[in-house]
């Protein structure tokens, strides 16, 4: 009666058994997205204006090449928070976009010319402020702002498709 401990075996762990978690396992409620993309959108619209106003300021120079790029900052900004589950909302997300960049490159130039009244007029912010406030009009029609804003719409369409593609 050869009484022999018994020998323990480790469970054996079939490869088939182990399977990865689902990518999307816990996605994130759309809401939750959406006030990310907000943020982002708000961020690169801010940083897109200071970056506009401050380089035709310190360059006595507006380079309307930089308004494709705010373009894509501000669109890309806008739709980097979404994930692929959510890119049909996606596609409401161009208007947004675009009036991000438009809006962008105007507050820029805005910012470029309260600074330039404040320079070279010695005008107080108040002063600066209203001034470029009562003729916006003018801004607007100047043929520079008009080829800054077709280039930012530009920039902002292919920026908001280049990252749709990739969500």
Excluded: C
């Excluded at 020998?7 to 994130?28: D, K, L, M």
């Excluded at 894509?72 to 996606?90: D, Q, R, T």
């Amino acid at each position: 009666m050869g009484d022999q401990p018994a020998s323990i075996q480790p469970p054996s762990i079939q490869p088939a058994s182990i399977q990865p978690a689902p990518v999307h396992a816990h996605p994130e409620p759309l809401l939750l997205r959406l006030l990310f993309s907000a943020a982002w959108g708000t961020f690169a619209i801010v940083v897109g204006a200071a970056i506009w106003g401050l380089a035709a300021f310190f360059s006595n120079n507006v380079y309307v090449i930089i308004a494709v790029f705010i373009g894509l900052a501000v669109a890309s900004a806008v739709l980097m928070p979404l994930s692929p589950m959510h890119k049909a909302a996606a596609l409401f997300f161009l208007p947004v976009a675009v009036a991000g960049a438009l809006l962008s490159i105007l507050l820029g130039e805005s910012l470029f010319t309260v600074l330039y009244l404040m320079r070279d007029q010695h005008a107080s912010v108040i002063e600066a402020v209203t001034a470029t406030l009562d003729n916006l009009g003018v801004i607007l029609a100047l043929t520079e702002t008009k080829a800054s804003l077709a280039l930012g719409l530009i920039g902002a369409i292919l920026g908001y498709f280049m990252t749709w593609k990739d969500l």
